[in-house]
């Protein structure tokens, strides 16, 4: 009875697939960087969110921290 409980997705993380291409936003720092569809997610180049390195709340590959800001 209850079978349509999915949301749009709009946060993406280190290694995942890039379901459209455009601009995403680190939310961690802000930093912005241009993703191509099919390209994977990488860590972020300026406070290595996706990482162990990454900011409080952002040092771990699970956390999804590009957010799409801009699709071409
Ligand atoms: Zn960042």
């Not at 993380?13 to 720092?29: D, F, L, M, R, W």
């Not at 241009?34 to 699970?62: L, M, Q």
Request: hydrophobic letters at 25%.
């Amino acid at each position: 009875m209850n079978e349509s409980s999915q949301s749009p997705k709009s946060l993406y993380k280190n290694g995942e697939q890039v379901p459209t291409s455009g601009t995403y936003q680190c939310i961690a720092c802000g930093n912005r960087a241009y993703f191509i569809k099919g390209d994977i997610f990488r860590d972020c180049e300026v406070c290595f969110a996706g990482t162990d390195d990454g900011p409080s709340g952002f040092d771990n590959t699970d956390k999804e921290f590009w957010k799409l800001i801009d699709a071409q």
